[in-house]
């Protein structure tokens, strides 16, 4: 396809409520003098927030603690931001929203790479009848959670625009099957957070639908470069890599080689009437490169003494926060054990005072979402919550404590 083909219906351009787009989930101080567009300023809040300094030490698929050279969800999204800001300059999108888009859309992952996300799925599921997926996780830290302070000293959550939380609840799915367009209504995103099928539920903007692209393409590649690199594939399984190489055409497969392969690909046959698309090959190509990464490296039984480890991790943590729930006096509850968990229960109580009503300093500005935690299901709730937003090694330095008794 030409190059800039998109270049008229960048951010939203077209849509009978564009804008919409760039209106904030909740206020945030305004500046006259800015310079930056809405979503440039989408990107401020996103690099500087908590959630997204903790990508840096949670799992992408192999745990990292001991070598530094391993893929991090942190090196994730930034790949994901260099695939999609690619595809968008060349189809002449908007390279600021798609950028924001990529480096947010991962904010919401759990400790322990997706494994951390099937054990805090089935806990939701347990304890408070509802489902626990990351992208929905990354809407409510988005909206909810986090907090940024602001240049007069109050704090507030995130403000992001609507186009950019779009792109975060609406990233996941198996995108190369299908071409992707955005979706004709925008309406509430919470609503399509709490739907079962939001995996499936196509974004606002063309720029979102690059990203949800991109992320696949990112992670496909280093994935396998990462097993190469700790020896986790056999000598049959380097060969059947070795195998698919030739029978493509190319020298190897590795990241450098897919990520050109697909980027080139989706340039070439993307247009605003098909949609964002591979081609037949590419999509064959990169479903063969999926289910090759789920036989012998997701699937592996290798990983299920860390799949172990990390249950282990998530249900005594949750275990032990639990029986301290005492209603409005949970926090001086909780506050009684600090001198003996202080890695966990310290945070812990931190946590519930920035987002309940129970004992909040004045220049927090952000929605009590705990409100004085009236019910044990709210508590629940609260403990999902900071698990989730756990770092790998900050979890197990908090599992650590809970042995020492």
């Known amino acids: 396809m030409p190059k800039n083909s998109f270049r008229e219906l960048a951010a939203g351009a077209g849509l009978r409520d564009r804008e919409k787009l760039t209106e904030r989930h909740s206020d945030i101080p305004d500046r006259p003098d800015d310079i930056r567009s809405a979503y440039a300023r989408d990107e401020t809040r996103i690099l500087h927030c908590r959630a997204f300094r903790r990508l840096k030490h949670k799992t992408q698929v192999f745990p990292n603690i001991e070598n530094d050279h391993i893929c991090t969800r942190m090196e994730h999204v930034l790949h994901v931001a260099s695939v999609a800001g690619t595809i968008s300059d060349y189809l002449g999108l908007d390279r600021d929203l798609t950028r924001e888009i990529a480096l947010g859309h991962d904010i919401g992952h759990a400790p322990f790479g997706h494994e951390g996300e099937k054990l805090l799925n089935q806990l939701s599921q347990k304890k408070l009848g509802e489902p626990f997926r990351h992208e929905s996780n990354g809407l409510r830290f988005a909206d909810k959670i986090e907090l940024l302070e602001n240049f007069d000293g109050t704090f507030n959550n995130l403000g992001?625009?609507?186009?950019?939380?779009?792109?975060?609840?609406?990233?996941?799915?198996?995108?190369?099957?299908?071409?992707l367009r955005p979706r004709e209504e925008l309406g509430d995103l919470e609503e399509i957070a709490d739907d079962p099928d939001a995996g499936s539920a196509e974004p606002a903007t063309w720029e979102a639908c690059v990203v949800k692209i991109s992320d696949k393409i990112a992670y496909l590649g280093r994935d396998i470069e990462d097993a190469k690199a700790l020896g986790f594939l056999d000598t049959g399984e380097l060969a059947e890599l070795t195998e698919m190489a030739r029978e493509t055409g190319r020298g190897a497969i590795n990241t450098t080689m897919i990520m050109h392969e697909l980027?080139?690909?989706?340039?070439r046959n993307s247009d605003p009437d098909a949609g964002i698309r591979l081609s037949d090959s590419a999509a064959e190509n990169m479903s063969r490169l999926t289910d090759f990464n789920y036989s012998h490296i997701y699937n592996d039984s290798r990983l299920r003494p860390y799949s172990r480890f990390a249950h282990s991790v998530i249900?005594?943590?949750?275990?032990?926060?639990?029986q301290f729930y005492a209603g409005a006096e949970t926090i001086d509850?909780?506050?009684?054990?600090?001198?003996?968990?202080?890695v966990v229960v310290g945070e812990f109580i931190n946590s519930l005072r920035r987002c309940s009503a129970i004992d909040s300093p004045v220049e927090y500005r952000n929605e009590k979402i705990y409100g004085t935690l009236s019910s044990q299901e709210t508590y629940m709730r609260a403990i999902v919550d900071f698990i989730s937003g756990m770092t790998d090694r900050y979890s197990v330095r908090a599992y650590?404590?809970?042995?020492k008794y």
Do not use: F, Q, W
């Not at 980027?263 to 340039?267: E, L, Q």
């Not at 650590?400 to 042995?403: A, Q």
């Open 400 to 403: 650590e404590e809970l042995l």
């Open 160 to 179: 992001l625009t609507y186009a950019v939380r779009d792109g975060i609840v609406c990233h996941t799915g198996e995108a190369e099957y299908r071409p």
């Open 263 to 267: 980027i080139s690909d989706i340039c």
């Open 315 to 322: 249900a005594e943590i949750y275990n032990m926060l639990i």
């Open 333 to 342: 509850a909780l506050r009684a054990v600090k001198r003996d968990y202080p």
